[in-house]
C-alpha cells in the first residue's frame, strides 16, 4: 500500500514532465482491448482527464474494428482484412460510419463530460475536417510489392487543423471518428492509426500516442528478449520490407513514421491493456512500449 510519502514522490516525479508539456498537443489514437474493457475504459478516460487539467492539450483518434465486426457478424458479415486492413464494400462502409459516430464516439465524449472534460465529438466529415481519397493496400512478397482494392478505404489527403485548433483555443478536446470524406462526398473508412498520424502531423504534435494490444515491437515475437525498446526511422522501414513488421503492426509503424516525416516530435506504440499506460508514457521517466523517432 502506498504511503503519504510514496505519493508525493510520484507527484514530484510527474512535475518535470507537466512543465515540459504544458500546453503542448499530444495525439492519442485509442483503440484495442482498452475500448472493450470497462476498467481499462475508465482508466484511459481518468488519463485523459488528467492530462487536459495539467495543461496539456489531447486530441483523441479512436478505433472501432471490434464494434464493428461485432455489428458485421450479427448481419451474417464476415470480415476480410489485407495488410492489415479491413476490406470495405458499399455495406460495410455503412455500419462502420453508423458504429464509429453513433456508438463509439458519443461514449466517449460521455465518459469525458462526466469527468468534467469539455470533449466534442466530431466525424472526419465533419466541416471537411479530413479530406480523404481511396487507399489500395500494399502487399509485400518478398522483394516485391503489389496494389490490392479493398473498396471503399481511404487515406488521408488532407487535415483541417484550423477546426481543430479552434476547439483546442477554446478549451475542448477533439473526439474523432476516422471516417474521411472523398471529392464527391463518398465517406472512407480510414484506419485509425493513419489518422491520427496525419492529424499528429499536422498539428505538429509533442507526441503522437498508439494503444495496441501488445507490449510493443519485438523482432522476433517468440523471442521476449528482442524488445525494441527504440525503433529509427530507416530501421523501421527496413523492417517492414523484411516482414518482421508486418500484419496489424505495419499500419501501426507506418502511421509513426507518416507523423514523424510531417513534423511531429515523437511516436510511441504502448501496450493500452496496462492499467494506466498514456501517464506512464508520459510522466514517468521509465516510460512503456516502443519509441519510434527519426
Not at 484495442?32 to 483518434?61: C, S
Not at 515475437?221 to 523501421?236: G, M, Q, R, V, W
Request: proline residues 2%.
Amino acid at each position: 500500500m502506498f504511503t503519504a510519502e510514496d505519493k508525493a514522490a510520484i507527484l514530484v516525479e510527474a512535475l518535470p514532465y507537466i512543465q515540459q508539456f504544458y500546453g503542448k498537443t499530444i495525439v492519442i489514437k485509442y483503440g484495442g482491448n482498452a475500448m472493450i474493457n470497462d476498467d481499462l475504459k475508465e482508466k484511459v478516460m481518468q488519463d485523459i482527464a488528467l492530462m487536459k487539467y495539467v495543461g496539456i492539450r489531447p486530441v483523441i483518434v479512436h478505433g472501432g474494428g471490434p464494434d464493428i465486426t461485432g455489428f458485421l457478424k450479427k448481419v451474417g458479415k464476415e470480415s476480410d482484412f489485407v495488410a492489415g486492413l479491413r476490406v470495405t464494400d458499399e455495406e460495410t462502409i455503412e455500419i462502420a460510419e453508423m458504429v464509429l459516430d453513433g456508438k463509439v464516439n458519443s461514449e466517449i465524449v460521455n465518459l469525458l463530460n462526466r469527468r468534467g472534460v469539455r470533449a466534442v465529438g466530431l466525424s472526419g466529415k465533419d466541416a471537411g475536417l479530413i479530406k480523404a481519397r481511396k487507399k489500395l493496400a500494399t502487399v509485400y512478397e518478398g522483394e516485391d510489392t503489389k496494389k490490392v482494392d479493398i473498396g471503399y478505404v481511404g487515406e488521408v489527403e488532407q487535415v483541417d487543423t484550423g477546426i481543430l485548433e479552434d476547439l483546442l483555443k477554446q478549451g475542448y478536446v477533439p473526439i474523432i471518428a476516422p471516417i474521411g470524406v472523398g471529392d464527391n462526398g463518398e465517406s472512407y473508412n480510414i484506419n485509425a492509426d493513419y489518422v491520427a498520424a496525419e492529424i499528429a502531423g499536422a498539428l505538429q504534435a509533442e507526441k503522437l500516442l498508439l494503444l495496441t494490444d501488445i507490449e510493443g515491437i519485438y523482432k522476433d515475437f517468440n523471442d521476449k528478449s528482442s524488445f525494441i525498446s527504440t525503433l529509427h526511422l530507416p530501421e523501421a522501414k527496413q523492417y517492414i520490407k523484411e516482414g518482421i513488421i508486418a500484419g496489424g503492426m505495419i499500419p501501426k509503424v507506418e502511421a509513426c513514421l507518416t507523423a514523424l516525416e510531417q513534423g511531429a516530435g515523437k511516436t510511441h506504440i504502448i501496450d493500452g491493456r496496462l492499467a494506466h499506460s498514456i501517464i506512464l508514457e508520459i510522466f514517468t521517466s521509465r516510460g512503456i512500449g516502443t519509441q519510434v523517432v527519426r
